[in-house]
Nanobody, 118 residues
Framework: QVQLVESGGGLVQAGGSLRLSCAAS????????MGWYRQAPGKQRELVAA???????TYADSAKGRFTISRDNAKNTVYLQMNSLKPEDTAVYYC????????????WGQGTQVTVSS
């Protein structure tokens, strides 16, 4: 099993920045991808950004140009730098991990709340 612990959420004014962190621990043997999803009240969970072991990135259109995903392989930690935050970015942000050959398709963190005030 793999455990994911997110941190870095909080309350910020519109236009501000936050940096989310997600540390993975446990039975880690071959990470394929790590990413960030978010879920706002009354809405479905959606992809924000993802990063593969090969370095490929995927961003939601809403995140392009404002958010940057990165990873520290030595620490098994993925980051999400969020700049120019908007009230519509308010959501619970979840970390996600996928491993090659793992019988568990995806692991999820417990989520961290991001609130952007106008």
């Amino acid at each position: 099993q793999v455990q994911l612990v997110e941190s870095g959420g909080g309350l910020v004014q519109a236009g501000g920045s936050l940096r989310l962190s997600c540390a993975a621990s446990g039975n880690i043997f071959s990470i394929n991808s790590m990413g960030w999803y978010r879920q706002a009240p009354g809405k479905q969970r959606e992809l924000v950004a993802a990063l593969t072991s090969g370095g490929s990135t995927t961003y939601a259109d809403s995140a392009k140009g404002r958010f940057t995903i990165s990873r520290d392989n030595a620490k098994n930690t993925v980051y999400l730098q969020m700049n120019s935050l908007k009230p519509e970015d308010t959501a619970v942000y979840y970390c996600n991990l996928n491993q090659v050959g793992d019988y568990v398709p995806y692991y999820w963190g417990q989520g961290t709340q991001v609130t952007v005030s106008s």
